[in-house]
């Protein structure tokens, strides 16, 4: 097996399921951005064949760390691609951010099982992932917990008979936060998410509800639902991950704890299971569970990508890209937390008069990204302003 992104959150907690699997996988390739030394260190520990670090500034680092190993190194993006189509069964694809199309596409092979976390590659160019994954005949597992739990729920009956699928929220830290609030709150409030432990990107994206937002882009296009039979459901204390209701009134949902060693584990053993001794699911301690509807007033950015999705064409593409930057924005402490979803929307109006197509290849895709990054640094100054 390979790992692109295996330093990150994703990346341990598959690397930590290696561990308690000892010789049941194979490391073929490990990437990361720019911890060469925490790269070495797996690399050495698992065997890998290759290791690959994205910035070129840090390969002298790497390949040092790695004298004397036998392991290649490599970097830079013909690393990444090196990485993702070198021989194995199954790739991790947990890069964050469009940062991992090129290498995510790459990794799509026959006979191979790609466990895909990077959701941002899905939205920004989810029709031509999913076309390429059927021509070359690779199967696309998801990792995200809550499209794990539907691609498990959907075992459960013909796809003729799903009514509807329903992707639960926590709500992230601000769930009960009043809208007047939300101005103030700091991006250490928002980098401590209730029940998930993950990279700050996807943690920011929780907190705003893009997160959901992406989701319901990355649902429609693992699993060709329309909008329309797609929903989202607030669940604060994530052990509902998702449901799906058929048309005979059954509704099938998977549960488990909020740890994402559950949906790779599945991942990775699929069409088996692996026993991992995971930590048990304990619903008399829990008591209870509780539900309740997301609030697009005080989280615009669910409502956005939802407006996203509908629209189509390059909008998801553009959202996605406006996303990073302005959450980028958010951390470094130059926009407020409700500047996040503002700018968003500012830079899908914007691309609206550049009358942008839905990408059919990759470098379409990239090329709309671009746009759409400067467009939303062009208008980062304005917001930050506001911030101020
Ligand atoms: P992270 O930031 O913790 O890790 C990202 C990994 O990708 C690291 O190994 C990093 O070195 C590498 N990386 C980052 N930028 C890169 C670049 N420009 N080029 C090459 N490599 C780069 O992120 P994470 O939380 O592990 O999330 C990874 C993906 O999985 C995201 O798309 C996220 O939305 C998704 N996801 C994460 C979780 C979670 O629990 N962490 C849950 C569901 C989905
Ligand atoms: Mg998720």
Not at 180 to 190: D, P
Request: glycine share 8%.
């Amino acid at each position: 097996m390979t790992i692109l992104g295996a330093t990150g959150s994703i990346g341990t907690s598959t690397v930590d399921l290696l561990r308690r699997a000892p010789g049941r996988y194979r490391v073929t390739a490990l990437t990361a951005r720019r911890d060469a030394g925490r790269l070495a260190a797996l690399a050495r520990e698992f065997g890998a064949r290759l290791a690959v670090i994205a910035d070129p500034n840090a390969y002298r680092e790497l390949k040092d760390a790695l004298a004397g190993s036998g392991i290649e190194a490599a970097a830079g993006r013909e690393g990444l691609i090196a990485a993702a189509t070198a021989p194995a069964d199954v790739v991790v694809a947990a890069i964050t951010g469009a940062a991992g199309l090129e290498p995510t596409l790459a990794a799509l092979a026959p006979n191979r099982r790609v466990a895909i976390a990077n959701k941002e590659c899905l939205v920004c160019a989810g029709r031509l992932f999913m076309a390429k994954a059927e021509t070359e005949g690779a199967t696309v597992l998801p990792v995200d917990s809550e499209h794990n739990a539907v691609f498990q729920a959907l075992a459960a009956g013909p796809r003729e008979a799903v009514e509807r699928v329903t992707l639960t929220a926590s709500g992230g830290p601000f769930r009960t936060f009043p809208l007047e609030r939300l101005k103030r709150v700091t991006v250490e409030e928002a980098l401590k998410h209730p029940t998930w432990s993950m990279g700050a990107k996807v943690t920011i994206d929780s907190a705003t509800l893009m997160n959901k937002g992406l989701e319901l882009i990355e649902a429609n296009h693992l699993f060709g639902l329309p909008p329309e039979r797609l929903d989202v459901l607030v669940h604060p204390q994530s052990i509902v991950h998702a449901l799906v209701t058929f048309h005979d009134g059954s509704v099938v949902a998977e549960l488990s704890v909020a740890d994402m060693r559950v949906p790779i584990a599945y991942c990775l053993a699929w069409p088996d299971r692996i026993d991992w001794q995971p930590p048990k699911l304990d619903l008399a301690a829990l008591g209870s569970l509780s539900f309740e509807r997301p609030d697009l007033e005080r989280f615009p950015a669910l409502a956005l990508a939802r407006g996203a999705l509908e629209a189509g064409g390059a909008a998801p593409t553009v959202l996605n890209a406006a996303n990073e930057i302005a959450v980028e924005a958010f951390l470094a402490r130059r926009i407020d937390f409700p500047g996040i979803p503002a700018l968003v929307e500012a830079v899908l109006a914007k691309a609206v008069s550049e009358g942008l197509a839905e990408p059919a290849t990759v470098s379409e895709a990239l090329a709309i990204d671009h746009v759409a990054r400067s467009l939303c640094r062009g208008l980062l100054p304005e917001f930050a302003a506001k911030a101020s």
